[in-house]
């Protein structure tokens, strides 16, 4: 199985900041990496596919870049609405794996 | 409008069993996969199955966890999928999400579109 480290596992930001969370994949996955934002009691809702296409609908202030085995997700800058955890996905092979969770908290 | 609607969740004794369904509506479901993800208490998300809407059996492919406990089944004529869950651990329990994701379109695969609110199953004796 694939397996998808992602760094940091918490992180304390302003309103305003740039944000990176990074994924890591344990064997190659192409670009078949999707990013998920989760708030509290809430199912996930997918921002990214294929690594760095925009899921429609979601702010231009979230990007998504990588290929192979390194991934990240950026957030320009950090809106109130943004404070969640996000989760990385990898859709290369069954079985699909996630990240452990990245929250973004409020500094 | 899309829809997901997850059903079943209960309270269950470890070892016994537990069928949920997702009623899916707003989106033709023949040309989606249909998932099942879950989410442990206080923890992150956990793929658990998938099948082809329109391929039915024989499209199946589960996480490690479940094989051979849990069965991923459709009904397309009700847009309806399912999840039959037997032999439940104590370590089952979680938050149970319905998924989909269209199909690949060229050279273009997408993630999980649309979910259900979640239904919960918690496995205790």
């Known amino acids: 199985d694939i397996q998808m480290t992602q760094s940091p596992p918490t992180l304390s930001a302003s309103v305003g900041d740039r944000v990176t969370i990074t994924c890591r994949a344990s064997?190659?996955?192409?670009?078949?990496l999707a990013w998920y934002q989760q708030k509290p009691g809430k199912a996930p809702k997918v921002l990214i596919y294929?690594?760095?296409t925009l899921e429609s609908g979601v702010p231009s202030r979230f990007s998504g870049s990588g290929s192979g085995t390194e991934f990240t997700l950026t957030i320009s800058s950090l809106q109130p609405d943004d404070f969640a955890t996000y989760y990385c996905q990898q859709y290369k092979s069954y079985p699909w794996t996630f990240g452990q969770g990245t929250k973004v908290e409020i500094k | 409008q899309v829809q997901l609607v997850e059903s079943g969740g209960a309270v269950v004794q470890p070892g016994r069993s537990l069928s949920l369904s997702c009623a899916a509506s707003?989106?033709?479901?023949?040309?989606?996969?249909g998932h099942w993800v879950r989410q442990a208490p206080g923890k992150g998300l956990e793929w658990v199955a998938v099948?082809?809407?329109?391929?039915?059996?024989?499209?199946?492919h589960y996480a490690d966890s479940v094989k051979g406990r849990f069965t991923i089944s459709t009904d397309i004529s009700r847009n309806t999928l399912y999840l039959q869950m037997n032999s439940l651990r104590d370590e089952d329990t979680a938050v149970y999400y319905c998924?989909?994701?269209?199909?690949?379109?060229?050279?273009?695969?997408?993630?999980?579109?649309?979910w259900g609110q979640g239904t919960l199953v918690t496995v205790s004796s």
């Open positions: 099948i082809s809407f329109s391929a039915g059996s024989g499209s199946e």
């Open positions: 998924a989909s994701r269209r199909q690949c379109s060229g050279d273009t695969c997408y993630g999980l579109e649309y």
């Open positions: 294929k690594a760095s």
């Open positions: 064997q190659s996955i192409s670009s078949w």
């Open positions: 707003g989106f033709t479901s023949s040309s989606y996969s």
